[in-house]
């Protein structure tokens, strides 16, 4: 990887699904509001996932899966790609990897703390939880990490197809992450969109701070 011109666009996918974040947001708020009963969806959801159940295999795969949006898996990419980063001296992607997952596994923790909302409890859970429900911190810990190595690897990196496959890679992973959260019966669908668009937004605002930076001081190199 090497240093890019502070010109460099905001990258399409980025943008993409910062609108659909924002209109996720949106209907969440207004259904919050509006709605005689705001769960409804959501326990629609829940059992009728249940109630089909899917192959033999799929509950092993969906707690793999979910694995990789707990805070050891997540800890230990930030870790290992940080130090990658170090080692390429790329000092200011490194720093704000770090700082945009540490702050945003904080603002997660407040967010869980201020709400309150209690876990679904319409099916048996298929792995253990313990704190509050919304935001799904699986589901948003997986956006902010995920999409924000994306997002800063689109400053540094100078192929387009490669910036893409970062890209697609990273929604795929937060996609199956937040799903698995549902489909294991621990979160509300709600948790998981909310925590998706939460994540998405954070991810686009490190890129802009990272992005006006680098242009401040003129490379990274």
Do not use: C
Not at 108 to 124: E, H, S
Request: glycine share 10%.
């Amino acid at each position: 990887m090497a240093s890019s011109p502070p010109t460099r666009p905001l990258p399409k996918p980025l943008a993409a699904i910062s609108l659909l974040a924002i209109a996720a947001l949106l209907a969440l708020l207004f259904g919050h509001w509006l709605a005689p009963d705001p769960l409804a969806l959501d326990r629609s959801i829940i059992q009728g996932l249940r109630a089909w159940g899917g192959p033999a295999w799929l509950p092993g795969v969906a707690v793999d899966l979910t694995a990789l949006g707990g805070s050891t898996v997540v800890t230990l990419v930030v870790v290992l790609v940080a130090g990658f980063l170090l080692m390429q001296r790329l000092w200011l992607t490194a720093l704000a990897l770090v700082l945009a997952t540490s702050t945003g596994g904080q603002m997660v923790w407040l967010i869980k703390r201020t709400i309150g909302r209690a876990r679904p409890d319409l099916v048996p859970h298929l792995v253990d939880v313990s704190n509050a429900s919304f935001p799904s911190g699986h589901a948003t810990n997986s956006a902010i990490v995920y999409l924000t190595l994306a997002a800063l690897a689109a400053q540094v990196v100078r192929d387009r197809p490669t910036r893409r496959y970062l890209f697609g890679a990273a929604i795929l992973l937060t996609g199956a992450i937040g799903s698995s959260r549902v489909y294991l019966g621990v979160h509300w669908p709600s948790d998981v969109l909310a925590g998706w668009s939460f994540g998405t937004l954070w991810a686009l605002g490190w890129w802009w701070l990272t992005a006006r930076m680098r242009a401040t001081i003129g490379g990274e190199r």
